[in-house]
Structure formats: structure tokens, C-alpha cells
């Protein structure tokens, strides 16, 4: 038996970031993973899929480059292997980061399966038994959610986990699920030159986000020569030896074939507990799988002593690897007994790396009115601005403000900022902050916003809406 402060199970995002702070503060951290650390983000998600999505961007530019800049350029072919190579080197890399970083903080990590033997006890296999003195931080993450009737082959029938680790590229994709991973896996295979059907069972793309985003967005999609099909569900699949066959309901009723080398499941992911027996400890997970905290100001579960960071959380925790960095924070500083400040979700921002790019933070309209709320909103095309026109890919601001005064004037706080197009993801700094800040417009129309930029569209709406416009009426 080995005895420590802090036992974290899973050494993702929100796992290592809590091992990294707690041991900064000068607590004994012991880390089990049965894997990489580094978790699903680093070595399946999202740094493997943004290096993929960049280079999809520099063939979309060759593209753009032909056909509206008249150089003559085109992609001959794709060296698939040397692609995969130079991602490959950039998650090593940063795999390499995160093991020297926690090794420099003196984090001691053990390599194999763990599971709960008690409020204060772990064990991990091949490695024993350890007691944590202040307490256990469970962070296992989660797994994409597949089907029933659907099993993945790795070759036909693909997860987001495995659908970049390919032999090669397909010809023909059938995305099925219009969220976040599913759109950017569409928009990636478009990219390098599939054809591309993306399947959504609720009646838009990016449900959760503003209806001005998603409308945008598959606007966008569309115009890339994306087959978009909303409020559509799968209703049959048969494997063939190169492909799938698929029948799609379409949202007015009809019975569509799609037939693909590649169908690829984004329906969502779910929390992995899977031999971590959480009984064990007095624990018990909800009906979707999650571990609850009993007190979200701490994120430590009705055991005491028990907390959770990451995909283990329910809502409103938002699974999102930045997030989880935050809740890491927070653990790791309420077992070194010191104040720290609870995660406040409302303020994190949202970011899908399609192209075109999204990026949101804050209520959507939807969500204010629904919270009874009197609002003002503005929205900004971005082909408005001569930097938006130069980009050619459309795109808007949308800003959602709280009508505070008599006559409805957006003199409240701002709700939210919603955006689409290129390099959006970039841009949601500075909103994340005029949110959390509770800004008024009157206080982003005093700051200037360089010309000729995009953010200028951040800066124009508000202009407007605090009576200052200038390009906008």
C-alpha cells in the first residue's frame, strides 16, 4: 500500500491538468492511466484533428487561389502518408510536453487500469494500492456513443476515434450526426476531395448553438458542395466489400440511398466508467452514465473526498477539453484548501473548426427569451467588411444584449456573441471576455477595433446598438 494526497484516475485533459496545479501547490499526486496521458484530446481528438483540418484549409486555398486569384495552381495528389506523419509528429510532440511537464512537477505516474477500493483507496492494476489523504479526482473521460445494430470495423463503419487513423482516404463519406465532430469530419474529407453527405436528426446543424450559426453554417457547407441533410435519420445500413449502403429518412418523409466507402458515426459520446466500480466507493453514476457532484462549486460528488473533472461531468459542463483544463483548476486548488472561484459555463467558449468556422460564448437568443429575458440583437454579415470580402466565405456576428432601459434600448449587459467564418475561432476571445465581464455596448463601442480586420464586425455591432454606428444603421 502506498500513501498520497491526491489519486487522480485518467490522465486526459482534466485529469493532468489537475495533477499539474495540485502538485504545484505542494501536494504527494499520484496519476493512473491505462493509456497515454494526454487522453482522448491529444491522441484521437482534438489536436490530431485540427493538424488534419489545417491542412484541408491549404488545399481549400489552392482552391480559392485558381478560382478567384487567378493563380494557376492545383493539388496533384495527396502524399496520405506524409500527412499522417506530420500529425503524428505534432501530438508526439505534444504527448512529450505534457509527460515532461508532469515529471518536472514531480507527479508520479502509474500505467495500468484503476478502480475504486473506497472512499480514500485505488487500485491499480499491476502497480497495487494507493490511499489518497485529501481525496480522489475521477477523471476517465468518454468514448463516442455508436448505434444499435451499427458495429465499427475500422474500415466501413468508423468512430470519430479512428476515422483519421485510416489506411487512406475514402472517396465518399456518409457523415452521420450534425454536431460539433460531425461537421468538421465532413468538412475535412470535402476538403481533400470526398463526396460528402452529413446526416442530422434535429432540424439543423450545431443544435445547441444560435439558429443564425447553424443557418450560416450549413449555408457554408452547402456552397462547398456538401450534401446537408437536417431533421434526416438513418434507418437501414447494409455493409458491402467497399463501402455501406444506407437509407435515410429524409425530414419530408422520403426513403433516400446513400451508398459511401466510409460512414462515419459523430452521434455523441458518453462517459467511460467501465471497470471503475464506483460502488466500490459509495458512488453512483445517473441514468446517461455521468458521476453528478453534489456541490458543482467544488465538483465533489456525495462522497466526500470524491471529485470529477471532464466527460464524467453532466450538464452544464460542456465536455470541451478547455473546460476541463478550468475544472482541473478547481479541484486541484479546493484539496490544497485554498479559495478558488467555481467554473462558470455560461462564460466558456464554443468553437467548431468546419470551414467555415464557428465560435460562440454566452445565451443564444433562444435561451434568453426562454429565461423571460427582453433583448436586443444585432448581426453583422461579414462580407459587410472589406477584410470579410477579401475572405469571400461569408459569414456574421450575431450579439445578443439585455434591454435594460424604458424604451428597450441595449443598454444591459451583453448575453452572447455568436459567430461563423473564417478564423472565427480566433476572434472569440475578446467576446468570451465582454461576457463574463458583463459589458455593455457602450463600453465595447469606446474601444477601436483595427481596420481592416474581421473583429471589426465585433466592433460594428456594437456600435451600433449603443447609437454610434457607422457602416450599420
Known amino acids: 500500500m502506498s500513501e498520497t494526497d491526491v489519486i487522480i ?14 502538485a504545484s501547490l505542494g501536494l504527494r499526486v499520484v496519476l493512473a492511466e491505462r493509456d497515454l496521458v494526454g487522453g482522448t484530446c491529444l491522441h484521437r481528438g482534438c489536436i490530431p484533428s485540427k493538424a488534419m483540418l489545417h491542412a484541408g484549409e491549404l488545399v481549400d486555398g489552392v482552391a480559392e487561389a485558381r478560382e ?65 489523504r485529501r481525496g480522489i479526482v475521477l477523471a476517465t473521460g468518454s468514448r463516442p456513443r455508436m448505434l444499435p445494430g451499427l458495429t465499427a470495423d475500422g474500415r466501413r463503419v468508423v468512430t470519430s476515434d479512428d476515422a483519421l487513423f485510416a489506411a487512406e482516404l475514402p472517396r465518399s463519406v456518409l457523415v452521420l450526426g450534425g454536431g460539433a465532430i460531425g461537421v468538421e469530419y465532413a468538412s475535412f474529407h470535402r476538403s481533400m476531395g470526398a463526396q460528402v453527405t452529413l446526416v442530422e436528426a434535429a432540424d439543423r446543424l450545431l443544435p445547441l448553438e444560435d439558429e443564425a450559426v447553424s443557418r450560416h453554417l450549413a449555408r457554408g457547407l452547402k456552397r462547398r458542395g456538401i450534401t446537408v441533410r437536417t431533421g434526416a435519420t438513418l434507418t437501414g ?76 461531468l453532466p450538464p452544464p459542463s460542456l465536455g470541451l477539453a478547455h473546460a476541463s483544463f478550468a475544472e482541473g483548476l478547481l479541484v486541484a486548488e479546493t484539496l490544497a484548501g485554498i479559495p478558488s472561484r467555481p467554473v462558470d459555463y455560461a462564460t466558456v467558449p464554443r468553437v467548431t473548426y468546419s470551414s467555415p468556422q464557428t465560435a460562440s460564448v454566452g445565451l443564444t437568443e433562444a435561451e434568453a427569451r426562454a429565461r423571460g429575458l427582453e433583448v436586443k440583437v444585432n448581426s453583422l454579415p461579414l462580407t459587410a467588411l472589406a ?87
Open 68 to 132: 478567384r486569384w487567378g493563380l494557376r495552381a492545383t493539388v496533384d495528389s495527396v502524399d496520405w502518408s506524409a500527412l499522417v506523419a506530420t500529425r503524428d509528429t505534432i501530438v508526439a510532440r505534444n504527448h512529450q510536453g505534457v509527460v515532461g511537464h508532469l515529471a518536472a512537477a514531480g507527479v508520479r505516474v502509474v500505467h495500468g487500469s484503476a478502480r475504486l477500493a473506497g472512499p480514500r483507496a485505488v487500485v491499480v492494476e499491476g502497480a497495487g494500492r494507493f490511499t489518497a
Open 237 to 312: 445500413t447494409t455493409l458491402l466489400d467497399d463501402g455501406v449502403r444506407a437509407t435515410v429518412r429524409t425530414a419530408k418523409g422520403e426513403d433516400v440511398v446513400v451508398e459511401a466507402e466510409r460512414l462515419l458515426v459523430a452521434v455523441g459520446r458518453v462517459p467511460v466508467t467501465e471497470g471503475l466500480e464506483p460502488a466500490a466507493a459509495g458512488l453512483a453514476t445517473d441514468e446517461r452514465g455521468f458521476v453528478p457532484p453534489a456541490d458543482w462549486s467544488r465538483l465533489e460528488t456525495a462522497v466526500p473526498g470524491i471529485h470529477v473533472v471532464g466527460d464524467l
Open 387 to 473: 477584410k470579410g470580402m477579401v475572405y469571400g466565405q461569408g459569414g456574421v456576428v450575431k450579439v445578443v444584449v439585455a434591454a435594460d432601459g424604458a424604451g428597450g434600448e441595449a443598454t444591459g449587459a451583453v448575453l452572447g456573441v455568436h459567430m461563423v467564418g473564417p478564423n472565427v475561432s480566433e476572434m472569440i476571445a475578446e467576446s468570451q471576455l465582454l461576457v463574463a465581464w458583463d459589458a455593455e455596448p457602450s463600453d465595447v463601442a469606446q474601444q477601436i477595433h483595427a481596420h481592416p480586420t474581421l473583429s471589426e464586425a465585433v466592433g460594428e455591432t456594437f456600435l451600433t446598438l449603443a447609437g454610434r454606428g457607422l457602416h450599420q444603421h
Open 9 to 22: 484516475i485518467g490522465g486526459g485533459t482534466g485529469g493532468y491538468s489537475t495533477a499539474l496545479r495540485a
